[in-house]
């Protein structure tokens, strides 16, 4: 029978208050509004983004409940009027970087900055209502997406229509981690080929830099992390070396230049805290060194030497890798179509959306190699997982 025009009764794991922890309650899903987008979600993961949210004083906020979540890939279930670039039955990856394709960002080449990405701040979608409810309360979105519900809506701007053949359970990845690490190499950064670089933070997301600091050329790629288990991952995706800060009584900016005579021509910052950043920064190369800063800061000044922007240093953001929402996840997925990048490595964990908060205590202790863990797909049925076996999905997909 045919869902279009109803509402959708659906799991969904809701934050109920600020610092909670995920709740799995039911939820109605109202059907979308003009220019929207009904998705069942097919897989979606929880990214270092989430973690800063539930624990970050400075990124919460006062919008519960909510649904968060913002890295998935779905099937179109129905779509509101005048939606042109997606039918029902379309494979598509959510986005919370948006595409309008009108605004001066989206019209400008070099930029990917939709001004439609504001939108998330509200938490609502554009006319300033939410399309979940649970037990008679209206419940906020997130990201412009809202992945941790098996149904969502989102504005068409945030939704990419990708190769029908494409296996949700891998390139969901496209959606956040693997773009923007990736990108934050090749677009951001402009790897060159013959460089060094350094990587500061192993996660999902700093593993991706590696696959782009390697696919652009990099002769030396200097991972670093606190948590030495994320070694092996690193060197498996292209790591050259591996560095822990606190194996070391000097900073890690000097033990970078002993290691490379006179510093990295490119490094990254993909952790999210002010003080790596500006050992990032301090890591490169006087004449031309490029620090890019991935990682998420709101709410904190950071506080750097003027001195070290004299001799030619930049420091730059980026965000979604550079990528333009729709057009580079498209791109983004071809690609592995063509079988010109791999995400397999990024895949260590499935567990369905009921482990959740299970999930959240992994990412906590890191004992995991890579956060960004998959959920919900339906692929996985109801087979439980350890979440501690490092059982891949394709291999639960042949059995
Ligand atoms: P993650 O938590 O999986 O990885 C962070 C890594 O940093 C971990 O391996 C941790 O051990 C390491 N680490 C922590 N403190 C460290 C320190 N002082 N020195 C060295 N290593 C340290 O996170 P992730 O999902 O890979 O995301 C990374 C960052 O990127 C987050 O801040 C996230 O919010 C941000 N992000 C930004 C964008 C964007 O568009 N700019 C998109 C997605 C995620
Ligand atoms: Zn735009």
Same mark, same amino acid.
């Given at each position: ?16 208050? #600020?610092?909670?922890?995920? @709740? ?21 993961? /929880? ?8 624990? *970050?004083?400075? /990124?919460?906020?006062?919008?519960? #409940?909510?649904?968060?979540? !913002? ?51 509200? !938490? %609502? ?7 979940? =409810? ?12 809202? =992945?941790?519900?098996?149904?969502? &809506?989102?504005?068409?701007?945030? &939704?990419?229509?990708? *190769? ?8 969901? %990845? ?6 923007? $690490?990736?990108?934050?190499?090749? +677009? ?7 460089? =060094?670089c350094a990587v500061f933070g192993l996660g999902g ?19 670093? *992390? ?17 560095? +822990? #800060? ?12 002993? /290691?490379?005579?006179?510093?990295? *021509? ?11 950043v500006a050992a990032a920064l301090a890591s490169c ?10 990682? %998420? ?7 750097? @030497? ?11 953001? @980026? ?5 333009? $929402?729709?057009? $580079? ?13 791999? /995400?397999?490595?990024?895949?260590? !964990? ?20 890579? =956060? !960004? ?8 049925? #109801? ?10 999905? @394709? ?5």
């Amino acid at each position: 029978m045919s869902t279009t025009g109803k509402v959708i009764r659906c799991k969904a794991a809701i934050v109920w208050k #600020p610092g909670g922890s995920f @709740s799995i309650e039911e939820v109605e899903v109202a059907p979308p509004k003009a220019k929207e987008v009904r998705i069942k979600m097919v897989a979606t993961a /929880l990214c270092g983004t989430e973690m800063k949210m539930l624990k *970050d004083k400075n /990124l919460q906020h006062q919008h519960y #409940p909510i649904i968060m979540g !913002h890295e998935g890939a779905g099937i179109v279930e129905s779509v509101g009027e005048g939606v042109s670039t997606v039918k029902a039955g379309d494979k598509v990856i959510a986005l919370f970087l948006p595409q309008c394709g009108e605004c001066t960002s989206c019209l400008n080449s070099a930029d990917n900055f939709c001004i439609k990405l504001k939108q998330a701040e509200t !938490h %609502l979608m554009s006319d300033g209502t939410s399309r979940f =409810t649970c037990k008679g309360k209206p419940v906020y979105h997130f990201g412009n997406t809202s =992945t941790f519900s098996e149904y969502t &809506v989102m504005d068409e701007s945030s &939704v990419a229509k990708i *190769d029908a053949a494409a296996p949700l359970e891998k390139v969901f %990845l496209v959606s956040c981690g693997f773009s923007t $690490g990736y990108g934050g190499a090749i +677009n951001t950064a402009k790897v060159t080929p013959g460089s =060094t670089c350094a990587v500061f933070g192993l996660g999902g997301v700093g593993l991706s830099v590696i696959m782009g600091c390697k696919a652009a050329g990099a002769t030396r790629i200097i991972a670093v *992390d606190i948590n030495k288990d994320k070694f092996e991952k690193a060197k498996e995706v292209g790591a050259t070396e591996c560095i +822990n #800060p606190q194996d070391y009584e000097k900073p890690i900016q000097e033990v970078l230049f002993d /290691l490379t005579g006179d510093g990295v *021509d490119f490094s990254f910052e993909v952790i999210g805290n002010p003080e790596t950043v500006a050992a990032a920064l301090a890591s490169c190369r006087e004449s031309h060194g490029v620090c890019v800063i991935i990682g %998420l800061i709101i709410g904190v000044q950071l506080n750097i @030497s003027g001195h070290l922007f004299f001799s030619g240093r930049s420091l730059k953001g @980026s965000v979604y890798g550079g990528w333009k $929402g729709r057009d $580079g996840a498209s791109k983004l997925v071809s690609d592995y179509m063509a079988k010109k990048i791999n /995400l397999d490595a990024l895949i260590t !964990h499935s567990l369905n959306l009921d482990k959740i908060n299970e999930a959240v205590e992994l990412m906590k202790t890191g004992k995991w190699q890579v =956060t !960004h863990t998959i959920f919900m797909s339906e692929y996985l049925g #109801p087979r439980e997982m350890c979440p501690l076996c490092p059982v891949t999905l @394709s291999m639960m997909l042949t059995n």
